[in-house]
């Protein structure tokens, strides 16, 4: 079992930065695959970054391609998503979610993720 706690969402203006953090419980943190979803009212939960276990490989939405880093300290069992030149299309609650297994592969569908957090609110305005 994994709980995750995402925090470090606010309000920015756009242009600016912002980084947020999933901290996780439990002592399997570095054998999981891990990645940052978002949802905007209205709109489905998509994809935005992922990690592998090792932290090696990842991906990232055409979205945010250039703007998002997503990265991880398995020490501090903590994976985080630093957003720079953000847009108000960036404004959505962003969620952290966890798979068991060492992929490399880009994984995009949320039911194929095990774990989810609360989700943290990231506004952007213009």
């Known amino acids: 079992q994994v709980q995750l706690v995402e925090s470090g969402g606010g309000l920015v203006q756009a242009g600016g930065s912002l980084r947020v953090s999933c901290a996780a419980s439990g002592r399997t943190f570095s054998s999981h695959h891990m990645a940052w979803f978002r949802q905007a009212p209205g709109k489905e939960r998509e994809f935005v970054a992922s990690?592998?276990?090792?932290?090696?490989?990842?991906a990232y939405a055409d979205s945010v391609k250039g703007r998002f880093t997503i990265s991880r300290d398995n020490a501090k069992n903590t994976v985080y998503l630093q957003m720079n030149s953000l847009k108000p299309e960036d404004t959505a609650v962003y969620y952290c979610?966890?798979?068991?297994?060492?992929?490399?592969?880009?994984?995009?569908?949320?039911?194929?993720?095990?774990?989810w957090g609360q989700g943290t609110q990231v506004t952007v305005s213009s």
């Open positions: 979610a966890a798979r068991l297994g060492g992929t490399i592969a880009t994984i995009v569908n949320p039911h194929e993720y095990d774990y």
């Open positions: 990690i592998s276990s090792s932290g090696g490989h990842t």
